[in-house]
């Protein structure tokens, strides 16, 4: 069985099929240990993790303790909610790098093997086998495989057609910086601002996060202008200027992409897409982590007590697609509770009752 990606969705898949007995093979991309959105995690994040037998191993990381959520959506005002109130308890503040090199290890604990490869990973099928190798090596042996979980998040991978249907043009700027002594508590903090919405957050060693999504269409062209309008939007909120007001001024921007879109062909012969690789969701849904670990958990045990790989792979579509049509009719209700707050481009989007899609 080979694994491609070593994120959340592809190390929860391949620790539970090693487990019950198969032989795996994990691909993870060379990796530049940057800021990585996904940093906090709800409490459900356990559900899976002590379906994976590494709920106590992820206790002993030390990540923050996420004590609740400060939030101004729908009124002017501001509402708490306290994290002790969840079944699950606490939720949590990591450090993203180090959780995925954490869970990359304890799938090599687990008995997986992990092929570390650069970017031009082919994949080739020939009768009921897969044959996967690093193009950019120049011996690059080849791994055969009779099935291919491909979790490679939004990127394209190397099997099946990419094309995927979005809902949005959602993207995040995110600025990460050191907090003062006397910093706030370990809430999340979220915000509707006038163009789009914000959250903020403590993470571990002293850092914190800060970001704003809105559409990239919106934004300006330039990141010079990125930067600048960033700081001018950041300036007339409330909650989350307040939480960065101790923050450096001159701290870096980054961009990732946060729209939602399902990929339109999930599954084929001997391969299914998992995770982000099927379906992406707005951060604002706090799926993220858990959903990606809940995933590859759910495919592992498909495959181990299914009838056959074929049925188990059309399950996880149907629940793929089940899942994500879930999400967007709660996302439309979420986006229309703040949209009579402002009369921006970007609400009256949202406070439609139509939703637009395209092909990405």
């Known amino acids: 069985m080979a694994v491609v990606g070593a994120g959340p969705a592809g190390c929860a898949a391949a620790i539970g099929l090693a487990r019950a007995g198969f032989d795996v093979v994990l691909f993870d991309r060379a990796r530049t240990y940057g800021s990585k959105p996904g940093e906090i995690i709800e409490s459900r994040v356990r559900v899976p993790l002590a379906e994976l037998g590494i709920d106590v191993a992820f206790d002993a990381l030390n990540s923050l303790a996420l004590a609740g959520n400060v939030s101004s959506w729908d009124e002017e005002g501001f509402v708490e909610s306290d994290g002790m109130v969840s079944p699950y308890g606490l939720g949590a503040l990591i450090d993203r790098p180090r959780f995925e ?27 009921n086998r897969w044959c996967l190798a ?8 080849c791994v055969v495989a009779p099935l291919v979980l491909q979790a490679t998040g939004r990127a394209k991978g190397p099997i099946g057609p990419y094309e995927r249907t979005a809902t949005d043009r959602l993207v995040a700027l995110l600025m990460y910086g050191p907090m003062s002594i006397g ?6 903090v979220i915000e509707a601002g006038q163009n789009g919405w914000w959250y903020a957050a403590p993470l571990p060693h002293g850092q914190a996060v800060v970001a704003f999504l809105t559409d990239a269409d919106l934004l300006p062209r330039t990141w010079a202008a990125k930067k600048e309008y960033f700081r001018a939007q950041l300036a007339i909120t409330r909650l989350v200027s307040a939480f960065s007001k101790t923050l450096p001024t001159d701290l870096p921007l980054v961009g990732h992409p946060a729209n939602s879109g399902l990929r339109q062909v999930i599954r084929g012969e001997g391969w299914v897409c998992i995770g982000e690789a099927a379906a992406s969701y707005d951060p604002l849904s706090g799926r993220g982590v858990p959903l990606a670990l809940a995933k590859g958990t ?8 299914g009838e056959s790989v074929s049925r188990a792979f059309e399950a996880y579509e149907q629940a793929e697609r089940a899942t994500f049509e879930d999400y967007l009719a709660q996302q439309r209700l979420t986006y229309r509770r703040a949209a009579p707050r402002f009369s921006s481009a970007f609400w009256t989007r949202r406070g439609s009752r139509s939703a637009n899609a395209w092909t990405s």
């Open 183 to 188: 910093s706030p508590e370990q809430n999340l």
């Open 101 to 127: 090199a954490w869970l990359i290890s304890e799938a090599e604990r687990a008995g997986v093997a992990v092929t570390r490869l650069g970017r031009q990973l082919h994949a080739e099928r020939s009768g």
């Open 298 to 305: 759910a495919i592992a045990r498909l495959i181990v007590n």
């Open 134 to 141: 690093d193009r950019g090596e120049r011996e690059s042996r």
